[in-house]
């Protein structure tokens, strides 16, 4: 596995998809190594449930970070004699011609999560790259998977190429966590709304704290016991993350939790009433199955991505729009039972059609099959 920053996922729906797909293939019997950047992972184990983690160098900026670490672990990888090397993302998979050109015997598998070079951080340079990436993706690997059917149609149309959808997975949690571990940010139970995600532009989170601040405006007796809470941290955008503090103005209903994994998170997932999903742009967001997966109803945008995912529309705003992002909240916040409702129906569907189950034994079905022979895998809709 080449691509993600590493593992354990300290954050990262890339780095989460990959820690979960390398562990339930070790359980199936396969070698798996995980390349992981040192800077990801400041403990460094050598091995997480029976996957072999891989250290390799890396240039730890910006824009170097990614491709170089993708370069060296490539080489490594080619050294190991790998029967397959799998890349995660359209960035990375730019060197996906390189193993075909060192050992042809290799099977080279590229993953599309997410059309990058939308994300706003990024400046013409780069977005030519992930732009050229993208066009690597769909045609350098021996089968190209689509974690969504948004990307498949978007690779059909921009390349002429259609690639295996496999969509990403989650677990479905079912042992109660500890509401003790909120103290720490002062919360309740059933008392805040939740966003998970990294604190970049595009992620939307200015669009939620300013929805946020006009409801409680508007409605201060159906907000006063509720907190909004933000998880999740910088990826080279401390500039963005101090407007977003500049926006909430001191307010105490807001809370910025930082990173959190482990433990931690899953009670904040757990015990959060609805998880908000404001995001511009998506591959096929994890925290929103994550939330699922635990019985919580999420509201999104209303990009395809997340349609695809959340299928009631009385879980929709309109993209970017504070209003109607703020109206759905109130609306929301004052229905608990649709909101309860939702939530058993989200992890029915996310056991239906993003179990681990049947994604890895697809995933598998591809490494193994000779090349060349390409199946589409498609599921069904409720």
Same mark, same amino acid.
């Given at each position: ?6 593992? =354990? ?47 390799? =160098? ?178 080279? &955008? ?33 015990? &959060? ?62 229905? =608990? ?46």
């Amino acid at each position: 596995m080449i691509g993600q920053k590493g593992m =354990p996922a300290i954050y990262g729906g890339v780095e989460t998809h990959v820690e979960n797909l390398a562990t339930n293939l070790v359980k199936q019997g396969h070698e798996v190594l995980v390349y992981t950047r040192k800077w990801y992972s400041p403990m460094r184990p050598r091995k997480i449930n029976g996957v072999k983690i891989i250290y390799t =160098p890396t240039i730890h900026t910006k824009h170097l970070d990614a491709i170089v670490h993708t370069f060296t672990s490539t080489i490594h990888a080619v050294l190991e004699k790998a029967d397959v090397i799998h890349y995660h993302g359209v960035g990375p998979a730019l060197l996906s011609w390189l193993p075909k050109l060192l050992r042809p015997k290799t099977k080279v598998i590229a993953t599309f999560h997410c059309i990058d070079r939308y994300h706003q951080k990024w400046g013409p340079f780069s977005r030519l790259m992930l732009a050229l990436g993208e066009r690597a993706t769909c045609h350098f690997p021996d089968e190209t998977i689509a974690v969504s059917k948004t990307i498949q149609d978007y690779c059909i149309k921009e390349f002429g190429k259609v690639l295996t959808y496999v969509p990403n997975g989650v677990s479905i949690e079912t042992v109660p966590t500890n509401p003790e571990l909120l103290r720490e940010w002062d919360l309740l139970p059933n008392k805040y709304f939740l966003m998970v995600s990294r604190l970049v532009r595009h992620k939307g989170a200015h669009y939620l704290i300013e929805a946020w601040q006009f409801a409680r405006q508007q409605h201060p007796e159906l907000f006063k016991d509720f907190k909004l809470v933000l998880v999740g941290g910088s990826a080279f &955008t401390d500039k963005y993350i101090e407007e977003l503090k500049q926006i909430a103005g001191g307010d105490q209903s807001i809370v910025f939790t930082g990173w959190q994994n482990g433990k931690s998170l899953e009670a904040l997932y757990a015990n &959060t009433l609805l998880l908000i999903h404001p995001s511009e742009n998506e591959g096929l967001p994890m925290s929103v199955l994550q939330a699922m997966s635990y019985a919580k109803p999420v509201l999104v945008s209303d990009i395809p991505e997340h349609k695809e995912v959340v299928i009631d529309s009385r879980f929709w705003f309109e993209n970017t729009r504070i209003h109607s992002l703020a109206n759905k909240i109130i609306e929301l916040a004052k229905n =608990p039972d649709l909101l309860k409702e939702a939530g058993v129906k989200n992890q029915v569907r996310v056991k239906q059609f993003y179990n681990w189950k049947n994604i890895v034994g697809e995933t598998i079905r591809i490494y193994e099959r000779p090349k060349n022979e390409h199946l589409e895998w498609q599921t069904a809709e409720i």
